[in-house]
C-alpha cells in the first residue's frame, strides 16, 4: 500500500465505463497514422482506378467528381466533431479535427489539381476564363482559396505565434468554406435539376452550423436565479 493510502493497483486501474475507455484507446500512437491510412484510401482507389483505366467511360470527370465529392463528404466530418464531441464525451476525437481539416484541404487540392491538368491543360488563361465564364467555378475557387490560410497555420508553431484565441476565430472561415462548397456543388446540378444528393449534404451542413447557432443563442441568454 503506497502512502498515499491508494494501492499500486487501484492506481494503475483502467478507467471504467465506456466512454473513458474509448477515449484511452483513441489516444493510442497507432490510432492517429490509422486515421492517414483511412483518409488517404478513396484518393488511392480513385488514383489507382484512373491508372487502371477503371472509372468508366468519362475517367478526367469521374476522378474530378469523386476528388469533389470527398472533399465535401470531409468537410462534413471536420464540422461534426465538435458536436460529436459534446454529445459522447469523446474528448480525444478533437485531436482529429486538425488532421480532418488538412485532409479536407488535400483533398480540395487535389480536386482543383485534377480539374485544372486534365480539364484545363494547366493553361493559367483558360483557367482564368473558365473562372469568370462559369459561377460554379468561381465558387468554387474561392472556397479553396478559403482553406489555403487555414491549412498554412494548422501547424503547432502557427498556432503558438497566433495566439489560441485568434487561431480559433480564424479556423471558424471554416463554416463559410462549408456554405461555399455547398453552393457550388448545388449550382452544378441546378443545371440538371437534380438536387437529391445536394439536399442530403445541404441537411447535413445547416443541421452542424445550426446547432453551433443554437448554442450560441444559449450562451447568450443571461443566467436567471
Ligand atoms: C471547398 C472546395 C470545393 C468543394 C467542397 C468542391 C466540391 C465539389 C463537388 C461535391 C462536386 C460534384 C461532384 C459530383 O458531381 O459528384 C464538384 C465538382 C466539380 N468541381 Fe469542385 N469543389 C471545390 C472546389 C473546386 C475548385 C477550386 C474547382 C476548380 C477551380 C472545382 C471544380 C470542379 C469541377 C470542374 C467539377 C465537375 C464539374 C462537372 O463535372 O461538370 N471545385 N466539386
Request: glycine residues 8%.
Amino acid at each position: 500500500m503506497a502512502a498515499t493510502g491508494v494501492s499500486t493497483a487501484a492506481r494503475r486501474a483502467p478507467p471504467k465505463g465506456l466512454v473513458p475507455r474509448l477515449n484511452g484507446w483513441l489516444l493510442h500512437p497507432v490510432v492517429k497514422p490509422l486515421l492517414w491510412l483511412l483518409l488517404a484510401m478513396p484518393a488511392g482507389l480513385l488514383l489507382w482506378g484512373a491508372i487502371q483505366n477503371q472509372l468508366g467511360p468519362n475517367p478526367t470527370e469521374a476522378l474530378i467528381r469523386g476528388l469533389g465529392d470527398w472533399t465535401l463528404r470531409l468537410l462534413c466530418v471536420t464540422l461534426a466533431i465538435t458536436p460529436l464531441r459534446q454529445w459522447t464525451g469523446l474528448n480525444s476525437i478533437v485531436r482529429w479535427r486538425r488532421n480532418l481539416g488538412v485532409a479536407t484541404f488535400l483533398y480540395g487540392t487535389l480536386h482543383w489539381l485534377s480539374y485544372a491538368w486534365f480539364d484545363q491543360n494547366l493553361d493559367l488563361q483558360a483557367l482564368l476564363h473558365d473562372v469568370a465564364k462559369r459561377p460554379f467555378i468561381l465558387v468554387g475557387t474561392a472556397a479553396w482559396l478559403a482553406m489555403l490560410p487555414l491549412a498554412l497555420t494548422s501547424f503547432n508553431a502557427a498556432i503558438k505565434r497566433l495566439g489560441g484565441k485568434r487561431w480559433q476565430a480564424l479556423h471558424k472561415t471554416m463554416y463559410a468554406i462549408a456554405l461555399g462548397g455547398l453552393l457550388h456543388f448545388f449550382w452544378l446540378r441546378a443545371g440538371k435539376h437534380n438536387f437529391a444528393e445536394v439536399s442530403v449534404y445541404a441537411a447535413v451542413i445547416f443541421f452542424l452550423l445550426g446547432w453551433r447557432v443554437w448554442r450560441w443563442l444559449r450562451s447568450r441568454r443571461p443566467v436567471t436565479a
